[in-house]
């Protein structure tokens, strides 16, 4: 029995099938990312799996407590940061942190340790509104009012959408302190570059789960071998060069990456025939994201 | 060299606050032009002022080659917008949401129709037309968004992190039409926060704590700060950012 399981979710929203037999188990302290893009059906699952939103057919347990059963005492033991800024813009940073600590029973100063870390950076504005917040902070104060009561398991929704690349380094940095602290967390992102840095990840599309591994093991299931070649730069930068390679019998796909191209042969006697300065390189997770949606 | 934006020591205050601190820059006609930085640094002031809709605290902008203090009026009929958060009506039909913002930047009525009819053929939705916008999957949606911003053949178009959320084949897709674009001589003024769409550009520059710290074709930039890719630049820079 996993930290988290649930077994053949589905959810419809009329006609909308926004997820299909989703089925996953995420272990105790383990740090699981939910990779895909908007639409796939994140949301949702986040939804169904913190008891706020019923599905209609499968079913979930979280901590030992079945997600539809037991939905009172499951959100004693969650955590949950939904996508959208979420507490009150009112309340200065240090009240709504005081809220949440008192509608989960607890004090602030019990779990101060466990927030500290996270918390102590926003401490110098503590009598600011929430809403006055810039966006980095309001993350932060989010996340500390998601912790304050010591959830086992901790769902964070999208925290790095619209964040810039050194920010959401800075939070991953923190995330993986939670982890250090035995906190279970499932977190959910559009940035691909991001999965190297879960334990496990599902990448999701259309409602699907496509593939469920760790990064590593992920990668190495890319069924090709994957050259990159540079783009050559010209004022139109890339179009021509990809039209032309698109036109290669030779050739099975072919997609930008910076300023490479990534490239893959149907089959080794097809790269044999052309003479490109290609060097074998190993896929990223996106790469392994484009050639799983290809597949379906 | 045909310039389409050119400013010179742009400045905006909030009180005591400098969100923009005396930019200037000037992108020339056709260019894909990538306008990066660390959240905060005063690349949305910066954005609201060249669309025409904030005004200078200090300084000058000529956009489509009006005054943005002073023809705010005249830049705004010459630019397209799009963000990723909104830009079409998601009750409208497609055709409906393409006549609406053609009306808006006074497109003549007799060209709007054959217009949409091009337009459509040439994203394949042709049989689209009469579908509401809520009911198109997000990739063609993002499409739609891009050509309608462009509906009107602006001189320049502002593409605010258009590609936030896409899946990874789309945002490729997205990039094509941005090249088709910029290859009739519409420039292109796009934020990102991804660094592999930084190497799509023809220049970036990375605004930090209101300042554009760095500003070069990306292959020069990757020399200047001996970094392998984008990213390693953008982090480079963004690390001596004093304020977040």
Known sequence: ?296 | MNTVIETRDLTKKFGDFTAVDHIGFSVAKGEIFGFLGANGAGKTTAMRMLCGLSKPTSGQGLVAGYDIAKQSEQVKKNIGYMSQKFSLYEDLRVGENMRLYAGIYGVKDKLINPKIDETLAQLGLSAEKNTLVKELPLGWKQKLAFSVAIFHEPQIVFLDEPTGGVDPITRRQFWELIYEAAGRGITIFVTTHYMDEAEYCNRVSIMVDGRIDALDTPANLRKQFQAENMDEVFRKLARKAVRS
């Open chain 1, 1 to 296: 029995m996993g930290k988290l399981n649930c077994n053949l979710l589905n959810k419809s929203y009329g006609e909308v099938h926004a997820l299909k037999n989703i089925s996953f188990e995420v272990q105790d302290g383990e740090l699981f990312g939910l990779i895909g893009p908007d639409g796939a059906g994140k949301t949702t699952l986040f939804r169904i799996l913190t008891s706020l939103l019923l599905a209609d057919s499968g079913t979930g347990s979280v901590a030992g407590l079945d997600i539809v059963k037991d939905y009172k005492e499951l959100r004693n033991h969650i955590g949950y940061m939904p996508g959208k800024f979420s507490l009150y813009p009112d309340l200065t940073v240090e009240e709504n942190l005081k809220f949440f600590a008192t509608i989960f029973n607890t004090t602030v100063e019990e779990n101060y340790k466990l927030v500290k870390p996270i918390y102590s950076q926003i401490e110098p504005f503590k009598n600011r509104r929430a809403g006055k917040l810039s966006g980095g902070m309001k993350q932060k104060l989010a996340l500390s009012c998601a912790l304050i009561h010591k959830p086992e398991v901790l769902f964070l929704d999208e925290p790095t959408t619209g964040v810039d690349p050194v920010s959401r380094k800075e939070f991953w940095e923190m995330l993986r302190q939670l982890k250090n602290e035995g906190i279970t967390i499932v977190v959910s992102t559009p940035y691909m570059d991001e999965a190297n840095l879960c334990d496990r990840i599902a990448l999701i599309q259309h409602g699907e789960i496509l593939s469920i591994d760790t990064p590593e093991e992920i990668v190495t299931q890319f069924p090709k071998k994957l050259y990159r070649m540079p783009i050559v730069e010209t004022q139109n930068i890339a179009s021509l060069q990809l039209t032309q390679l698109r036109k290669n019998p030779d050739i099975e796909s072919v997609f930008m990456f910076g300023e490479y191209l990534h490239v893959t042969f149907k089959n080794d006697a097809a790269r044999a025939n052309n003479d490109l300065p290609l060097q074998e390189i190993t896929p990223t997770i996106e790469d392994c994201f484009i050639a799983l949606m290809n597949r379906v």
